[in-house]
C-alpha cells in the first residue's frame, strides 16, 4: 500500500493519469466564440440593436422635425424599482443554480458514504464451521460479487441522474448501459409535468386519442438491444415515428407498456426517440452501438434571432427542433418518460434489505446505508424540483413589459441633457436591464451542456466514478497494513517529544510503560 501511495507522486505520474475528456482545452479562436455564445450579449443582441434604432429614431426627430423630450421624474423613480426587481429576479435564477450545486454535492456525498459503508463494513456471509475451502472462497467471491453489484448502481443512480436531467431517454449510453442492462424493471413515470394528457400541448382532442389509440395497438414487443448499425436505428426510428410515448412526460398507459422484465426491453423503444440529433450520434462501443455519454447539442439556426422566437411554438406540436435551445427546452419541459434514477434506489433499498434479512449487519451500519439511501433520494426529488419549477408566467412576463417600456422611454428622458450621446446610453442601458434577464433566464435551469451549466460529467466521471473505482480496486486495508509499516517511523515524533526513526515493531518491544512516558512528556 505504502509503495502504491508512493508512486502517485513520483515524477512523471501525473502525465501517465487518464485526461478529463470534459475540460479539454481547445482552439482560441473555438474557446473565444464559445465564451461569446455564452454571455448575455449573445442572447439581447438583437433586443440592443432594436434600442439602439429606437433610440437614434427618437434623436433625429427630436433634432430634426420636433422635441420630444418629457421630464426625467420616471427615470428616477421607476428606474430604482426595477432594479430592485431585477436584482431579485437574478438573484432567484442563481439561487436555483446554487441548490441545484448543493443537490450535486449531496450526491457525492451519499455516493461516496454508501459505497464505504458497504465496501468495508458488510460482512460475508457466515458459514458452518465444517465448511469446505471451496465454499469458503465461493462465498467470499459471492459477498465480494454483491458488493460491486451495489456500488455499480450507485455510479449508475449519478449517471442516469446526469440523463434524467437533461432530458435524454433511455438507457443506451456508453456509461450507463452496461450498469443497468440486465435489471428488472418498474414502470415508474418519470416525476416531470406532463402536457400529452391534459390538453396544453395544442394537440386538438381528437388528434390525441388517435395518438393515444395507436400506443395501445402496437407491438408488445420491444429491442432486447441497441440497434445493431445506425442504419437499423434510423429505420427503427422512422418505424415508430407516429408513437408519441418518447414525448410524453408522463407514465405510458398501461395497455401500451411491454411486460417483459427487462431494463433494456421495457426501454428499448427509447433508444427510438428522435433525442437521436444526428446519425453520428450513434457510435460503436464494442459490438452494440450506443450513444455517447456527453452528446451536446450544436448551435443551429433556431439558436438565432428571430428564428429563436419559434422553438417554443414547434416543440409543443411535436416538431424536434434543432439547437441548444430547442434542446434545453425538451429538457425542461420534460421528454422522458421513464424514472430511472428512481428505480435504482429501489434495487438499492433491496440490497439492504437483503443485509438485514440475513441479520449480518449491526444496526448502525444498517442506519448509516439507510441515511446514504435517503440522501440520493432525497437529492433526486430536490433536483427535480428546481427542473420542474419555473418562475411563474405572470410575474416574468410582467417583468420583460415593464423593462420593455421602461427602456423604450429612456430617450425622451435623456435627449434634453445628452443629445446624441443618448444612442450609447439608451444601448448600454438596454445591455444591462435585458442582460440580467437573460442571464436569469439561463441559469435557471443549470443542469444542460452550456459554459454556464453545472458540470455534471464531472461529478458523475472524474469524482463518483473515479472514487468507486479506486474504493473497489482492493480489499478493506488491515490495520497492520498501514499502522505497523515499517515506513511509519514518526507515531511520536510530534509534539516535542522527538522520538523519529523508530519503527512501531520497536515501540511495541519496548512495551506500554516506555511510550505512555514519551506521550506524557509532549507539549501542551
Not at 44 to 63: N, R
Not at 241 to 248: D, F, G, I, K
Not at 325 to 331: D, E, N, W
Not at 499 to 517: F, H, I, L, M, Y
Request: glycine fraction near 6%; aromatic fraction near 10%; proline fraction near 6%.
Amino acid at each position: 500500500m505504502s509503495q502504491s501511495i508512493r508512486q502517485s507522486f513520483e515524477p512523471g505520474h501525473a502525465s501517465r493519469t487518464r485526461v478529463d475528456p470534459f475540460t479539454q482545452s481547445s482552439g482560441l479562436s473555438a474557446g473565444f466564440f464559445n465564451a461569446i455564445f455564452a454571455t448575455a450579449l449573445f442572447r439581447c443582441w438583437h433586443l440592443i440593436l432594436f434600442f439602439t434604432g429606437w433610440a437614434t429614431m427618437v434623436v433625429l426627430v427630436s433634432e430634426h422635425v420636433r422635441n420630444l423630450t418629457i421630464a426625467s421624474t420616471l427615470l428616477t423613480v421607476f428606474g430604482t424599482v426595477l432594479g430592485f426587481v431585477i436584482s431579485y429576479r437574478t438573484t432567484a435564477s442563481f439561487e436555483r443554480y446554487n441548490e441545484g450545486r448543493r443537490y450535486w454535492s449531496a450526491v457525492v456525498y451519499g455516493s461516496r458514504l454508501f459505497a464505504r459503508t458497504i465496501w468495508f463494513h458488510v460482512p460475508d456471509v457466515p458459514l458452518p464451521a465444517d465448511a469446505t475451502q471451496q465454499q469458503r472462497s465461493e462465498a467470499c467471491a459471492r459477498t465480494i460479487v454483491e458488493k460491486k453489484s451495489a456500488i455499480n448502481l450507485i455510479e449508475a443512480f449519478a449517471v442516469s441522474l446526469k440523463h434524467y436531467l437533461r432530458g435524454e431517454e433511455s438507457i443506451y449510453f456508453e456509461d450507463l448501459y452496461h450498469l443497468v442492462k440486465y435489471l428488472p424493471v418498474y414502470a415508474l413515470p418519470a416525476g416531470r409535468p406532463s402536457n400529452v394528457f391534459n390538453g396544453e400541448d395544442g394537440t386538438p382532442s381528437e388528434e390525441r386519442e388517435a395518438q393515444l389509440q395507436r400506443m395501445q395497438s402496437r407491438p408488445s414487443t420491444r429491442f432486447a438491444s441497441p440497434p445493431a448499425s445506425p442504419s437499423q436505428a434510423r429505420k427503427m426510428a422512422q418505424a415508430q415515428a407516429e408513437m408519441p410515448s418518447l414525448n410524453m412526460t408522463g407514465p405510458t398507459p398501461p395497455d401500451s407498456r411491454s411486460q417483459t422484465m427487462s431494463m433494456d426491453v421495457e426501454k428499448g423503444t427509447a433508444a427510438l426517440s428522435p433525442n437521436f440529433r444526428s446519425n453520428q450520434s450513434v457510435r460503436s462501443m464494442g459490438p452494440a452501438k450506443l450513444m455517447p455519454s456527453y452528446n451536446p447539442p450544436q448551435y443551429a439556426l433556431f439558436d438565432v434571432f428571430p428564428f429563436s422566437l419559434f422553438v417554443k411554438f414547434l416543440s409543443k406540436r411535436g416538431r424536434h427542433v434543432k439547437g441548444k435551445k430547442g434542446a434545453k427546452l425538451r429538457a425542461r419541459e420534460g421528454t422522458v418518460s421513464h424514472n430511472i434514477p428512481l428505480e435504482l434506489t429501489l434495487y438499492l433499498s433491496s440490497y439492504i434489505g437483503t443485509l438485514q434479512q440475513r441479520k449480518i449487519c449491526d444496526v448502525p451500519t444498517l442506519n448509516t446505508l439507510l441515511a446514504a439511501l435517503n440522501t440520493l433520494a432525497d437529492s433526486l426529488t430536490g433536483l427535480e424540483r428546481i427542473l420542474t419549477t419555473p418562475i411563474p408566467f405572470s410575474y416574468s412576463i410582467h417583468l420583460w413589459t415593464v423593462t420593455t417600456l421602461y427602456v423604450a422611454m429612456l430617450p425622451f428622458q435623456l435627449y434634453s441633457t445628452m443629445k446624441n450621446l443618448t444612442i450609447p446610453a439608451t444601448a448600454l442601458a438596454a445591455f444591462i436591464f435585458y442582460g440580467f434577464l437573460v442571464a436569469g433566464d439561463e441559469i435557471e435551469n443549470p443542469f444542460g451542456y452550456d459554459k454556464n451549466d453545472l458540470n455534471l460529467d464531472h461529478f458523475t466521471h472524474n469524482i463518483i466514478r473515479a472514487e468507486l473505482n479506486a474504493l473497489t480496486s482492493r480489499p478493506m486495508p488491515e490495520i497492520s497494513e498501514w499502522a505497523f509499516t515499517p515506513g511509519n517511523t514518526e507515531v511520536f515524533a510530534g509534539h516535542g517529544l522527538g522520538q523519529s526513526g523508530v519503527t512501531p515493531k520497536e515501540w511495541v518491544g519496548r512495551g506500554d510503560r516506555a511510550v505512555r512516558d514519551v506521550l506524557a512528556r509532549a507539549d501542551h
